[in-house]
């Protein structure tokens, strides 16, 4: 029997399980090559612009491309200069692509920076830059840069840092409560504080009567409110770890535009999120749908109730760090589709999947199998997800759990056993 055949064979035998089991078979897929790891990867981006490069955040500051397989030498993004890692959770959190950046190659970076003003605190920056003209894969970090928002965290915990663009070319920006234990941290339910919320803001216009250098849309929700930064789309978050946005059913476009965020809990229970307009998310007085600290809120809008997650989990058989997921909406694992596949920092629970119960509006949990012939990913831990043009997961993990020095992650391309098959 020739290696082909045997392998084909296994691949028969491993797969047959029960029908539905076996329709959501997954293996984790090498990316680009085997056992190559690269240092502490906490984001996973694509540019959307036509490229199919894949980029990858390295909390020290920098950002490499992997292109047809290959991952460049020069980083595409090096502010290794600007970012302080010396900390905890410390580092370059997220990238994020302007809609319009095939045209306009901007980019947007969220990092802890060096030197702030204030001695020790911790200054959490977002900025601008734009990529070289006439070298789609370096950014200038030198000519042209704006620094659109800055800020202290309380502690070197819980950035969030997810970024995303709406399809109106608006700005979001996930910032969590920056504290390791949130006793007495009411930032998160403080309206005038950054911390602890979902931002909004356009990047494609200045504010020339706030001296700001963006502007706040016009219908954000708390534009008119005394005592609220009009930044604030949606409050009360802990750790934003992972946010994405649904790109639609392929077909109907039905889920488009919704963004999950998965928010890491503290003591008891783990949510995601579906995150909507002037919504108020909980934290510190909710940790998943438990109110465990009715004496935490203080100042904000009078009226306050509280939005559950679409689904939570108590800490146990499901891990205990939610690192979130993806809206499957891509094309090599039509088992997967519309399913919200994700995982906990706790990786040897396997990954999950969430999917919209149509009539009830509820979601469904399940966990999702991998195929017996699926090489055993280097993942004690995991800490991200991230996507390709074409909407096809990756998962990124590491062996060991802590994020000092310099770890190594493994990045795994999520594939369904008909893709072998390369069925698109
Ligand atoms: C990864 O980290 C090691 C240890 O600090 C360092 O020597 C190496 O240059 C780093 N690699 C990259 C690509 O940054
Ligand atoms: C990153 O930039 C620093 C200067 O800010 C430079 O010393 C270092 O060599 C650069 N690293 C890479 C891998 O380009
Ligand atoms: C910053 O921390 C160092 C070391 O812990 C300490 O010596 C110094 O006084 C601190 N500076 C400020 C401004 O708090
Ligand atoms: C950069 O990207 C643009 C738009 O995708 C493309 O037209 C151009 O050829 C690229 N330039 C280089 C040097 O790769
Ligand atoms: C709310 O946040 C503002 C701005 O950061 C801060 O000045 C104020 O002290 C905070 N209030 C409370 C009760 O923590
Ligand atoms: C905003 O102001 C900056 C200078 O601070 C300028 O470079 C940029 O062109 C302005 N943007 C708009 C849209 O006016
Ligand atoms: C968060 O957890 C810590 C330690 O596990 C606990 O001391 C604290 O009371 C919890 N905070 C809230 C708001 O539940
Ligand atoms: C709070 O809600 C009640 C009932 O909806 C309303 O009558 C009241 O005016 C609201 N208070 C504030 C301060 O918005
Ligand atoms: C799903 O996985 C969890 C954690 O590994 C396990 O406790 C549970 O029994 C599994 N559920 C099913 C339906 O297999
Ligand atoms: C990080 O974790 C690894 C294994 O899990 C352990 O060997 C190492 O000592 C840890 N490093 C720190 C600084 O805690």
């Given at each position: 029997?020739?290696?082909?055949?045997?392998?084909?064979?296994?691949?028969?035998?491993?797969?047959?399980?029960?029908?539905?089991?076996?329709?959501?078979?997954?293996?984790?897929?090498?990316?680009?090559?085997?056992?190559?790891?690269?240092?502490?990867?906490?984001?996973?981006?694509?540019?959307?612009?036509?490229?199919?490069?894949?980029?990858?955040?390295?909390?020290?500051?920098?950002?490499?491309?992997?292109?047809?397989?290959?991952?460049?030498?020069?980083?595409?993004?090096?502010?290794?200069?600007?970012?302080?890692?010396?900390?905890?959770?410390?580092?370059?959190?997220?990238?994020?692509?302007?809609?319009?950046?095939?045209?306009?190659?901007?980019?947007?970076?969220?990092?802890?920076?060096?030197?702030?003003?204030?001695?020790?605190?911790?200054?959490?920056?977002?900025?601008?830059?734009?990529?070289?003209?006439?070298?789609?894969?370096t950014v200038d970090t030198?000519?042209?840069?704006?620094?659109?928002?800055?800020?202290?965290?309380?502690?070197?915990?819980?950035?969030?840092?997810?970024?995303?663009?709406?399809?109106?070319?608006?700005?979001?920006?996930?910032?969590?409560?920056?504290?390791?234990?949130?006793?007495?941290?009411?930032?998160?339910?403080?309206?005038?504080?950054?911390?602890?919320?979902?931002?909004?803001?356009?990047?494609?216009?200045?504010?020339?009567?706030?001296?700001?250098?963006?502007?706040?849309?016009?219908?954000?929700?708390?534009?008119?409110?005394?005592?609220?930064?009009?930044?604030?789309?949606?409050?009360?978050?802990?750790?934003?770890?992972?946010?994405?946005?649904?790109?639609?059913?392929?077909?109907?476009?039905?889920?488009?535009?919704?963004?999950?965020?998965?928010?890491?809990?503290?003591?008891?229970?783990?949510?995601?999120?579906?995150?909507?307009?002037?919504?108020?998310?909980?934290?510190?007085?909710?940790?998943?749908?438990?109110?465990?600290?009715?004496?935490?809120?203080?100042?904000?809008?009078?009226?306050?109730?509280?939005?559950?997650?679409?689904?939570?989990?108590?800490?146990?058989?499901?891990?205990?760090?939610?690192?979130?997921?993806?809206?499957?909406?891509?094309?090599?694992?039509?088992?997967?589709?519309?399913?919200?596949?994700?995982?906990?920092?706790?990786?040897?629970?396997?990954?999950?999947?969430?999917?919209?119960?149509?009539?009830?509006?509820?979601?469904?949990?399940?966990?999702?199998?991998?195929?017996?012939?699926?090489?055993?990913?280097?993942?004690?831990?995991?800490?991200?997800?991230?996507?390709?043009e074409k909407g096809e997961?990756?998962?990124?993990?590491?062996?060991?759990?802590?994020?000092?020095?310099?770890?190594?992650?493994?990045?795994?391309?999520?594939?369904?056993?008909?893709?072998?098959?390369?069925?698109?």
């Amino acid at each position: 029997m020739n290696m082909f055949a045997f392998i084909l064979v296994i691949w028969l035998v491993g797969c047959k399980q029960t029908a539905s089991a076996q329709n959501m078979c997954i293996c984790l897929e090498p990316f680009p090559s085997k056992d190559k790891p690269f240092n502490q990867t906490v984001h996973m981006a694509s540019a959307n612009d036509g490229s199919k490069r894949i980029f990858l955040v390295d909390l020290a500051g920098f950002v490499w491309i992997v292109q047809k397989g290959q991952i460049l030498s020069k980083p595409f993004a090096n502010i290794t200069s600007d970012v302080d890692q010396s900390k905890k959770e410390t580092g370059l959190q997220t990238i994020a692509f302007h809609p319009g950046f095939k045209t306009n190659k901007k980019i947007y970076l969220f990092y802890t920076a060096k030197q702030t003003p204030l001695g020790n605190t911790t200054r959490l920056v977002v900025e601008e830059f734009r990529v070289k003209d006439g070298d789609n894969n370096t950014v200038d970090t030198t000519a042209f840069r704006r620094l659109l928002l800055q800020f202290d965290a309380q502690d070197v915990f819980h950035f969030g840092g997810k970024m995303w663009f709406d399809e109106n070319g608006l700005l979001y920006i996930a910032v969590g409560d920056t504290k390791f234990i949130a006793d007495g941290n009411y930032q998160p339910q403080n309206m005038s504080s950054m911390i602890g919320k979902i931002l909004r803001i356009d990047v494609n216009r200045n504010d020339t009567v706030r001296g700001k250098p963006y502007s706040i849309p016009a219908d954000n929700p708390f534009v008119n409110e005394p005592g609220v930064i009009p930044e604030v789309y949606a409050w009360g978050m802990r750790n934003p770890w992972q946010c994405t946005v649904d790109k639609g059913d392929p077909k109907t476009k039905i889920g488009k535009g919704r963004v999950f965020c998965a928010d890491i809990g503290n003591k008891t229970e783990e949510e995601i999120n579906l995150i909507e307009k002037g919504k108020n998310y909980g934290w510190n007085v909710m940790e998943g749908k438990t109110n465990v600290c009715p004496s935490c809120v203080k100042g904000g809008p009078a009226n306050i109730s509280f939005t559950d997650p679409i689904f939570s989990y108590a800490h146990g058989p499901h891990g205990l760090s939610v690192i979130g997921g993806f809206m499957y909406r891509g094309c090599h694992n039509p088992a997967l589709q519309g399913h919200y596949i994700y995982g906990d920092y706790g990786y040897d629970k396997g990954l999950f999947a969430l999917r919209e119960d149509e009539t009830t509006g509820k979601w469904i949990d399940r966990n999702l199998t991998f195929c017996a012939i699926c090489v055993k990913p280097r993942i004690k831990f995991l800490i991200s997800f991230g996507e390709d043009e074409k909407g096809e997961p990756y998962v990124i993990g590491s062996e060991t759990d802590n994020f000092s020095g310099v770890w190594k992650s493994y990045v795994y391309k999520v594939v369904h056993r008909a893709s072998f098959k390369r069925i698109c």
